[in-house]
């Protein structure tokens, strides 16, 4: 079956500029996630939903991040103001209820702030 | 201190050989272990997960736990040059939802 699905795959943007990334889970899954992997600080934890619950921003490093989940679906993550710091690669994970099952991540978007 | 510690080698082995990473973590709350593959740029995919101490085994890998040491392993068997890649070190806590990962081991396996 399909995967978890990112889009775009690479984002070049100029600092200060907006940028949306998007996110399709695993049809069915209920958990959805979002980490960071850059070169200096490994892979980090952002968001995290599941269902209808309040979503666990403790990741989110900024007031400049935010992330939505429409439908129980589709997420998408927006970095506002974006700086050169924000430059690495933006994963994606789903799982079928919580934390503890087996996470699925996506390819990820890699961003460049210039 | 980071929560998860692990050397990012990076570690280079001759085909066949028997590639050994390992991870120590600082947090006695961490219950449930994984081990992912990361391919350059490609996401992360699962390749063994364990939640107690002791040994696990799947075809040529084998997943190691020792709790009370904080310590978790994962071993390769007759290693192929397909097998290069970035290793990460994954752990949640038992009520958690976000993985703590070690920075991963590089792995170059020589033809």
């Known amino acids: 079956g399909a995967g978890v699905s990112q889009s775009p795959s690479n984002k070049v943007t100029e600092k200060g500029k907006d940028v949306e990334l998007r996110c399709d889970p695993i049809s069915g899954h209920t958990a959805l996630y979002w980490y960071r992997q850059s070169l200096g600080q490994g892979l980090e934890f952002l968001i995290y939903f599941q269902g209808n619950s309040a979503p666990d921003k403790s990741g989110l490093p900024s007031d400049r991040f935010s992330a939505e989940r429409t439908g129980g679906s589709v997420s998408t993550l927006t970095i506002q103001r974006t700086q050169q710091e924000d430059s690495a690669v933006y994963l994606c994970?789903?799982?079928?209820?919580?934390?503890?099952?087996?996470?699925?991540f996506g390819p990820g978007t890699r961003l460049t702030v210039l | 201190q980071k929560e998860v510690e692990q050397d990012p080698g990076p570690l280079s082995v001759p085909e066949g050989a028997i590639v050994s990473l390992n991870c120590t973590y600082s947090?006695?709350?961490?219950?449930?272990f994984m081990w992912y593959r990361q391919y350059s740029r490609k996401g992360p995919e699962l390749l063994m997960y364990?939640?107690?101490?002791g040994n696990k085994e799947d075809g040529r890998f084998t997943a190691q736990v020792d709790k009370s040491s904080k310590y978790i392993s994962l071993f390769i068997r007759d290693s192929q040059p397909s097998d290069s890649a970035t290793y990460l070190c994954?752990?949640?806590?038992?009520?958690?939802?976000?993985?703590?990962f070690g920075g991963g081991t590089r792995v170059l396996v020589k033809p």
């Open positions: 364990t939640y107690s101490s």
């Open positions: 994954a752990i949640i806590k038992a009520a958690g939802n976000k993985l703590t």
């Open positions: 947090n006695s709350a961490f219950q449930y």
């Open positions: 994970a789903s799982s079928s209820n919580r934390g503890a099952d087996t996470q699925y």
